[in-house]
C-alpha cells in the first residue's frame, strides 16, 4: 500500500461513542453492506482502522496486490489508469460513503487502477484476515456481501452516477466574472439530480472541516463559492472534487491567479473544467486563447441557462452522448435519426464521429436545426457533387479539392473547440498506424482527414503526418467517447449493414465492351465500393465490442442505399427518421431518464 499514514484501529467503546455512531450509519447506508444486521455491521465497525491521507497522496498503485477494503469517510478519492499511449487517466471519482477495493479484495486480484487522494480524505480499512473472520461470524451476509460486488464487477448497466464529482469549487478568473450568476444556475441545476447545497464566503468562513464534511455527507452535491479572500478560495479547493475555472470569453486572456488550480501539479489531479462565458452570441477564436493559458482540460461554452444545464449533465454523468459511423451516402440517415431524437424530448450533449459520421456530427455540435441540417449537407454532397474531380489515379481516383472547398465553405475557418457542445473527430495515422482523436484544430481540416477514403480521395499530409479514414482503424467510436464523456451513449452504426455482394462468377475484369454492356446492371461491385468496403473491414473486426458500449444502438436497415449514391439523399434521411421513430418507441424506458427535467 503506498499511503504513509499509519492506521489507527477503534478503541472498544468506538460504536458506543458519537463517531462510532456516525461509523454505523455510514456503513448502514452503503448498498456493500446492507445485507448484513446490526451485529454483523458492528463488529465490522470494530475491525476497521483510521487513517487520514493528504491531498495528492497514493492510496494503492495499479497492479499492487488487493489486501483491503476502504471505506471512504470524507474527501474523495480519484481512480487512475494508463491509456494504450501510456498517459494517466482519471477514470472514476469516489465520494465520501463509498466503498474502494472490494471487488480485487473478494476475488484476489491485483489492483485494476491506482487510487490517490483529490484532496484530504479520511478513510475506514478493513484488511483481508479481518474480511476472513467476518465471514467465519456470518457467513450469509458476508457471502451476500461478496456477491453484489462481484455483480457489479460485471454488470454493464451500473448507474451512470456512480464516480462523478459531489463537490465542485466555482472560481473566478478576476473580480469582472458573473460568478454568483452562474453558480446560482449551476446549482438550480443539480438541483434536478439530488439535493444540493451552495456555500459562499459569507456563510463558510469560520467553519471547521468537520462542518463541511457533515454538509457533503448529507447532500448529494455542494458547490463551493469562491468569493472571498485568498484563504476562503483555497479552502473551495481543498474541499472540491472538481474545480471550474470561469472567464469572459470575450476578456484578453491572462495567467490564471496563483490559487486557482489553473495547473495540474496544484490541483491534485482533480477534474478541471474551463468555463467560458458568452455575452449572448458565441465568440470565434476565444476558446483556444483561453486554453493556451490551461492546456490540456475541458472546456465549455455558456451562453445562457441552457448551456447550463448541459454542464450539469456533462458533469455529473448523466450526459446523452452521440456516436456516428462511417458509411458514405448511407450516413445520411444519421441526419434523420438526430430529428427523431430531438423530436423525443432529448437533448444531445456530446457528439463524436468518423468520414461521413464525423461530417453529420459537427451539424449536430454546431446546434443547427433539423431544417438547416436537411439543407446543408443537401447542398454539399447533392448539389455540390464531392466526388466529380477525378484524376489520374496517381494518389486517388478525385484529387479532393472539391471536398476540401465544400467543407471550407460549410465550416469556414472555425476551431473545433469553437464549437457549442464538446465534439470529437476521427482519422487514421497511416506514419504511426494509429487513431488519430481530434478535439482542437480546423474544423474543416479533420474534417476532410476524417473521410479521406483510401484510393478514393488523396491523404491529409499535416506537420509530417499522412491521415485517411478514420473508419480505416474504427467505424463506431464509442470507446473514444466512453474513456472521455460518462454518461449514455447513442450510436448509430451504418456499417453493421455494409455488406458487399455481386451476382456473377469472375476473377479478372473483362473487355470494355463488356463492362460498358452491363453498366448500372449491378452485377459486381464498382471501384468506389471496393475501395470504400475495403478500407472499413479492419474496422469491423472490434465492433461487436464497441456497439456493446451503446445503450442506445440504432442499426438503420441501408442496403438499398448505394455507398456514393447521393442523389439518394432525400430517401435515405427519411429512412432513417422512420427507422428511428420505431426503434426510440421500442427503447422509450431507457431513454425517459434522459429528457429534460428528469433526473
Known amino acids: 500500500m503506498a499511503q504513509n499514514q499509519a492506521h489507527r484501529p477503534f478503541d472498544t467503546t468506538l460504536m458506543e461513542s458519537e463517531a462510532g455512531r456516525d461509523t454505523l450509519e455510514i456503513l448502514r447506508a ?49 481512480a487512475f489508469r494508463n491509456d494504450e499511449k501510456g498517459h494517466v487517466q482519471l477514470v472514476g471519482v469516489v465520494a465520501a460513503g463509498e466503498t ?13 487502477a491506482s487510487v490517490r487522494a483529490l484532496r484530504d480524505s479520511e478513510l475506514l480499512r478493513l484488511s483481508r484476515s479481518d474480511f476472513d473472520k467476518l465471514v467465519n461470524h456470518h457467513p450469509r451476509a458476508m457471502l451476500a456481501m461478496a456477491r453484489l460486488a462481484v455483480r457489479r464487477l460485471s454488470s454493464r448497466d451500473e448507474d451512470a452516477t456512480l464516480g462523478a464529482p459531489r463537490t465542485f469549487a466555482v472560481l473566478r478568473h478576476d473580480a469582472g466574472v458573473d460568478l454568483h450568476g452562474f453558480a446560482d444556475e449551476f446549482v438550480k441545476m443539480l438541483g434536478a439530480f439530488g439535493t444540493c447545497t451552495m456555500i459562499d464566503g459569507q456563510t463558510g468562513l469560520g467553519h471547521l472541516s468537520s462542518w463541511f464534511n ?6 448529494r452535491f455542494v458547490v463551493y463559492v469562491a468569493d472571498a479572500d485568498d484563504e476562503w478560495q483555497a479552502l473551495c479547493v481543498r474541499q472540491a472534487d472538481c474545480l471550474l475555472l470561469l472567464a469572459n470569453a470575450a476578456d484578453t486572456p491572462k ?91 432529448l437533448e444531445i450533449d456530446c457528439v463524436g464521429g468518423t468520414s461521413i459520421g464525423a461530417i453529420i456530427g459537427a451539424g449536430v455540435a454546431l446546434e443547427w436545426s433539423d ?113 472521455l464523456q460518462p454518461g449514455t451513449i447513442a450510436a448509430v452504426d451504418i456499417g453493421a449493414d455494409d455488406a458487399l455482394h455481386a451476382t456473377i462468377e469472375e476473377y479478372y475484369t473483362p473487355s470494355i465492351w463488356k463492362l460498358l454492356f452491363e453498366f448500372g446492371r449491378g452485377q459486381r461491385p464498382g471501384i468506389f465500393d471496393v475501395l470504400i468496403r475495403s478500407g472499413m473491414v479492419n474496422a469491423e473486426i472490434a465492433s461487436a465490442e464497441r456497439r456493446q458500449l451503446a445503450k442506445l444502438l440504432f442499426e438503420p436497415p441501408v442496403r438499398e442505399i448505394g455507398l456514393l449514391n447521393w442523389k439518394a439523399y432525400e430517401y435515405a434521411v427519411d429512412s432513417g427518421y422512420q427507422y428511428a421513430l420505431r426503434a426510440i418507441e421500442k427503447q422509450r424506458h431507457a431513454l425517459h431518464a434522459h429528457a429534460p427535467g428528469q433526473g
Open 30 to 78: 452503503l448498498p456493500l453492506f446492507r445485507q448484513l444486521d446490526d451485529d454483523a455491521l458492528a463488529e465490522l465497525g470494530r475491525e476497521l482502522t483510521w487513517f487520514a491521507l493528504p491531498g495528492g497522496s497514493s492510496l494503492f498503485e495499479q497492479g499492487d496486490p488487493s489486501d483491503a477494503l476502504f471505506v471512504l469517510k470524507s474527501g474523495s478519492l480519484g
Open 100 to 112: 474502494v477495493g472490494e471487488v480485487g479484495m473478494m476475488i484476489d486480484m491485483p489492483r485494476n
Open 214 to 219: 457533515e454538509i457533503e455527507a448529507r447532500t
Open 255 to 345: 495567467a490564471w491567479p496563483a490559487g486557482a488550480c489553473a495547473d495540474a501539479s496544484t490541483a491534485l489531479s482533480r477534474p478541471r473544467n474551463l468555463i467560458l462565458l458568452h455575452p449572448g452570441e458565441l465568440i470565434k477564436g476565444a476558446a483556444r486563447l483561453w486554453l493556451n493559458k490551461t492546456p490540456g482540460i475541458p472546456h465549455h461554452h455558456v451562453r445562457d441557462a441552457h448551456d447550463v444545464r448541459r454542464i450539469a449533465r456533462l458533469l455529473t454523468g448523466r450526459s446523452l452522448n452521440l456516436v456516428l459511423s462511417g458509411g458514405g451516402a448511407r450516413g445520411f440517415t444519421q441526419i434523420g435519426i438526430v430529428r427523431a431524437l430531438r423530436e423525443a424530448g
Open 371 to 483: 431544417e438547416e441540417m436537411f439543407e446543408n449537407y443537401r447542398q454539399s454532397f447533392v448539389a455540390g457533387r464531392p466526388l466529380s474531380d477525378y484524376t489520374l489515379p496517381l494518389v486517388a481516383l478525385t484529387r479532393g479539392r472539391r471536398v476540401a472547398r465544400l467543407l471550407r465553405e460549410q465550416y469556414d475557418d472555425r476551431d473545433i473547440t469553437d464549437l457549442p457542445l464538446p465534439y470529437f473527430c476521427c482519422s487514421s495515422n497511416l506514419s504511426t498506424g494509429q487513431l488519430e482523436t481530434h478535439r482542437d484544430g480546423p474544423l474543416w481540416l479533420w474534417l476532410r482527414a476524417s473521410c479521406a477514403i483510401p484510393g478514393v480521395l488523396p491523404p491529409v499530409c499535416h506537420h509530417g503526418q499522412v491521415y485517411v479514414d478514420g473508419a480505416v482503424i474504427n467505424n463506431l467510436p464509442t470507446d473514444i467517447m466512453h474513456a
